[in-house]
């Protein structure tokens, strides 16, 4: 819902913003402007996944590579074999500093066109997220293979995504992209970071922060939940045992 | 209407939920067993992360056995003190399952353990459940609570006899405490009430009316269910009320008609019934662990959820 509102937003006030940013480009100098429609995105009771509205300009030709990441943690990837007739994990290998979320926007395909050396650089596309193994691993191969299972996973829980959006160029000197954040989406700090690539390099970069949040009811029970742990749990036991009481007087009587 | 799970941080329909809560608890008055065994996989499978789903199920198996109980409470079908007894095994055992339960997922491979542990308890269980059921129906008449009068084995041997009034019994308070130790044990590290295991050792060991033993079961999974609901929120913070509530609202209302329906059916066709449901789940859980998974690799996310 609160998606739709954002993308609602009347078209000439955005392009007016866009404007906006395009003569503050030119007058500062900077080759690159971006910003997002929303720096905050609201968990809230209903919430349902949203989308954010990604715009910007550019102060002449070449591509723009949109990437945004979520709040990273440790974790461990697992690999089943098959013991005695059941399949059993007997191997493991632990990723550090992992993103929650990836998602990458282009407004043209870059295989081909930027050295892999670039991308890797500023993790632009999925094959060039930097996902560093907490224990060296000596065969190459074998954390290839870890490494594609991790982002496979992860693309099945839709937190790593490529195809959905591609930034589009309104004119010479104003893009913009949409970027989804589907309803699992971790909270924390995440980053949207702008590229502007001309002759297979990136020209010039800005990074925006953009927090995921939960907000009011939800907020407060799981700071209740943490805070107050043993006062929860009674309640909740309380709760429990009220509504099955509850339940059993109701149905005497009817 | 979907609605946000604050704990389990995940975005679920309502009415799904509610429909859940209300089958299961539709099973869970039949039977007189917690539904445990079928609510922990199923809230998995929709994707809630496994501990939050162990966590917020022991919290609402105590509301659904409140609200079972208090039906089978006024056709005085309830052992209070046979419950007692039990109870004061279960609360050891359930302490000692959730250290156990932290041991094994110190130690990795919780997962198997668990479905390794269904797929045995279950599976013996309801198998020689449906063997004895069906037994007893192809002869038209109850056969346990009849043979059990006149067979004495070394189990009436043990000391600290203890007379039973209500269920008619003069056994040792050994062996109810230790069936409630065994149980509590399994609450804590398999997530579940136990009410498919209590039923049948009450009925089979103990040699319980099976009248009583639906209500006496559900009284004392309250107290073993409160303990593991307590300990998992205060050191884990993995009850997720919202979750907890909505299961609730369809668990309580679905045990009520499962109650009505129970007393119609016989002894030995509930536990036909019953012991169908769990095979089934048993199966399931065995052909998952056999069978290749479409991906060799699984992932860990961070906090261990």
Redesign the interface.
Known sequence: MRGRHLLALPAGLLAGFMLLLALRADAWGQSLVADLSSHLIA???????TDVVLFGAVDGEGDVAVVVQGPE??????????VA?????TD?IAFARVP?FYTVALSAPLDGVVPPAVLQRHEIGLDYIRLAPTQKIDKAEKLAE?RA??I???Q?MGLYTTEAGEVSFLGQRLFRTRIHFP??V??GTYTASVFLIRDGDVVSAQTTPLLVS?IG???N??EF??RQ??F???L??M???????????I??KS | M???L??A???VNALLILMLGGGVGFLSGLFGVGGGFLMTPLLIFI?VPPAVAVGTQA??L???????V??HW?RNNVDVKLGLVMLSGGSLGTALGVWIFGLLQAL??I??VISLSYVLFLGTVSSLMLWESLGAMLRGRSVASRSKLHHHTWLHGLPFKMRFPRSRLYISALLPALIGFFCGLLVAIMGIGGGFLLVPAMIYILGMPTALVAGTSLFQIIFTT?IA??L????N?T?D??L??LL??GG??G??FGTRVGAKLRGEQARALLALVVLAVAVKLAVD??I??E?????????GA
Do not use: C
Not at chain 1, 43 to 49: E, M
Not at chain 1, 73 to 82: C, L, P, Q, S
Not at chain 1, 85 to 89: L, R
């Open positions: 968990i809230t009771t209903g919430f349902t996944g943690g440790e974790v461990t990837v697992r690999h089943k074999d098959r007739g059941i399949w059993i994990n493991e929650a870890y299972a991790l496979r996973n992860k099945r309803a699992n971790p909270t939960k009811f939800s907020a029970v799981t939940a943490q742990s043993v929860y749990a009674v909740s036991i709760l429990a045992v009220t509504a099955g009481w509850l339940a059993g007087i149905f005497r | 979907q609605i946000y604050p704990i941080e995940l975005s994707g919290n609402q105590v509301g659904a056995s409140v609200s079972g208090l039906a006024r990795g491979h997962d198997l409160g609901a307590f998992q929120a205060v050191s913070q009850v009320i919202m907890a509530l609730l609202l309580v209302v045990a009520q662990l056999i290749r998974p991906d060799l690799f699984s992932i860990t996310l961070p906090g």
